[in-house]
């Protein structure tokens, strides 16, 4: 199978579902993925080819994941690519010395955080989620990685909603696998 039709099985797998969690939204569910052995596998093969790819002769040195759905995958595709993984959690639960940033999303308001210390210098990093909607997300990681003077690559994405123009807000490269969600629900 060529790499746009795992893309195209992996879009036909995801669930809809409206007005959840609030009216307005059409929520796109990616955990089917999750639940089959075989998808599961072919999501991180095609990051991975990707990656490889567009950062051939590149060491990176982190996949950095979003609380909650990007831990999902992040530390599967850090694995395949021999790379750490750092998560990016919500505010409170991480030890030690941090850096945090608030952040405005497609439906509230929420704070990141990353432990700062043990974080090499000039890290080569990519930044996954599950989705990019406002970039509001997105935006306070690559936020949290620029203060620590990382070097981000790219930012990975399940999915888009390429109508909120959420790139526009983020410091670096955007992949996404598909974007093409009909607007939001009026
Ligand atoms: O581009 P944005 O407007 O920021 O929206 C995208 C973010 O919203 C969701 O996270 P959310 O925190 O809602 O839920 P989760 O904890 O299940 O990941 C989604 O998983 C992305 O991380
Ligand atoms: N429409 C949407 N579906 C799933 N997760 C989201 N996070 C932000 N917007 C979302
Ligand atoms: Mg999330």
Redesign the pocket.
């Given at each position: 199978m060529s790499d746009s039709e795992v893309i195209q099985e992996l879009k036909n797998s995801l669930n809809q579902y409206p007005n959840f969690p609030q009216e307005g939204?059409?929520?796109?569910?990616f955990l089917p993925i999750f639940r089959s052995p075989d998808l599961f596998n072919k999501l991180i093969q095609v990051f991975k080819n990707h990656i490889e790819k567009k950062f051939a002769s590149v060491k990176i040195d982190y996949v950095v994941g979003l609380e909650a759905?990007g831990f999902l995958f992040a530390p599967t595709l850090a694995l395949a690519l021999n790379a750490g993984f750092i998560p990016v959690r919500k505010q409170g639960k991480l030890p030690g010395k941090t850096v945090s940033a608030t952040f405005q999303?497609?439906?509230g308001e929420d704070v990141f955080e990353i432990q700062s210390e043990d974080i090499k210098t000039n890290a080569n990093v990519i930044i996954v989620d599950?989705?990019l909607?406002?970039g509001g997300s997105a935006g306070a990681a690559g936020n949290l990685f620029q203060k620590v003077n990382a070097n981000i690559l790219e930012f990975i994405f399940v999915m888009e909603?390429d109508f909120l123009k959420g790139r526009d807000k983020l410091p670096a490269p955007v992949y996404t696998l598909f974007g093409d969600?009909k607007e939001?629900l009026k």
């Open positions: 939204i059409l929520f796109e569910d759905r999303k497609e439906y599950d989705i909607a406002t909603l969600q939001a």
